[in-house]
């Protein structure tokens, strides 16, 4: 592979949860209504996803593991209107670049057909494929991930333990499946089940099940809207369920996950003294505002987000927790 290529591949691929993000975006770009992770060593020995999507074509298997390959974008227009969240084409490459990646797919169509003829897998290795063989499976994508960074040890000498890096997959499985709560999750770290979702649909049922709450009744639901500017809806956490940081605060924007502090701060507000000191809530809201009053570029990891109307929107969200906290006495 080029030096220039391992580059390139470095900035789609910064850790290993940069790897499962852009796997399981791929999966759900396939319609896949179960997701498996499955991640060993702190996903540099292994990452493992896979889907029950619509699959992969046999004569395209080799394609999407070279760069610029993206069956998303038919004209350039198409990119201020995507609908997909993945579409430059170049996340498979640049992971096949830094890794060793095993590809299996099988196509709905040729399931349906009946075809038996078991399904193709090929293996690339620095950005060269090095085996293909067959195997039985049924439709959908498997991508197995081994060895992430062998051939960039300046990247593998900055990474962090294997906790810091499970740490970040689990958060990042959370937040995909708060999102997508009518798909099935599943994460496995090593030998240990991390997450499991059921896929209900639900978003208060797939908080339960993600946080392991005895309760749902510890989750209030929040609807708002001004019907111009802003909905709110989502769901806010009781007091008995504090945590030490913000982590279970989680935030999205037009579908987009974000971090912008002041619109955290403004949820925390609306808790005003209920909560004890140095405690946050758990809390997960969507926000939606209309496409044109929200510039989500503002930072290159895309969680920062600007608003046309930053102000009204902060004492909106503030509102909107005080609202249900006032009508919730147990809280
Ligand atoms: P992009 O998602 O930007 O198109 P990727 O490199 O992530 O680029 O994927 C390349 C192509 O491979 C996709 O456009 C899609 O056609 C195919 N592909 C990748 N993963 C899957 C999957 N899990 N199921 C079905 N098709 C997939
Ligand atoms: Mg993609």
């Known amino acids: 592979v080029e030096v220039a290529e391992r580059i390139a591949a470095g900035e789609v691929v910064e850790r290993p949860v940069s790897v499962v993000k852009e796997l399981v975006e791929n999966a759900l770009d396939a319609g896949a209504h179960e997701i498996r992770v499955e991640v060993r060593g702190g996903g540099l020995k292994l990452l493992r996803v896979t889907d029950d999507g619509y699959g992969i074509p046999e004569d395209e298997l080799e394609r999407v593991c070279l760069r610029h390959t993206t069956s998303k974008l038919a004209r350039f227009e198409d990119l201020s209107r995507l ?3 993945g579409f430059r084409g170049e996340a498979l490459a640049s992971i096949a670049a830094v890794a060793e990646v095993h590809l299996l797919s099988r196509t709905i169509e040729t399931e349906r057909a009946g075809l038996i003829e078991p399904a193709l897998g090929i293996t690339v290795r620095g950005g060269e494929i ?24 300046a990247r593998l000498k900055f990474m962090r333990g294997a906790r810091t890096e499970n740490g970040h997959i689990l958060q990042l499985l959370r937040r995909y499946a708060m999102g997508y709560p009518a798909v099935r999750f599943h994460l496995q770290l090593d030998e240990h089940i991390a997450l499991q979702t059921s896929g209900s649909g639900e978003l208060a049922l797939t908080l339960a099940e993600l946080y392991q709450l005895p309760l749902a009744e510890m989750l209030h639901p929040v609807h708002v809207s001004d019907g111009q ?13 504090a945590q030490a940081n913000r982590q279970f605060i989680t935030l999205f924007v037009n579908g987009r996950w ?33 496409p044109d009053e929200v510039d989500v570029n503002v930072h290159p990891a895309k969680t920062e987000v600007h608003l046309q109307y930053e102000e009204s929107i902060l004492a909106a969200l503030t509102r909107a927790v005080r609202g249900v906290l006032e009508k919730s006495p147990a809280l």
């Open 130 to 153: 090095v085996e293909r063989g067959r195997r039985a499976r049924v439709h959908g994508t498997t991508v197995t991930v081994r060895d992430l960074f062998y051939n960039v040890p």
């Open 229 to 241: 500017h802003y909905t709110v809806s989502g769901y806010v956490g009781n007091r008995a369920l």
């Open 258 to 290: 974000v971090q912008t502090r002041a619109l955290l701060d403004a949820l925390e507000k609306g808790y005003r003294g209920s909560l004890s000191k140095g405690k946050h809530p758990l809390i997960s809201l969507f926000l939606t505002v209309p």
């Open 83 to 85: 609908q997909t969240l």
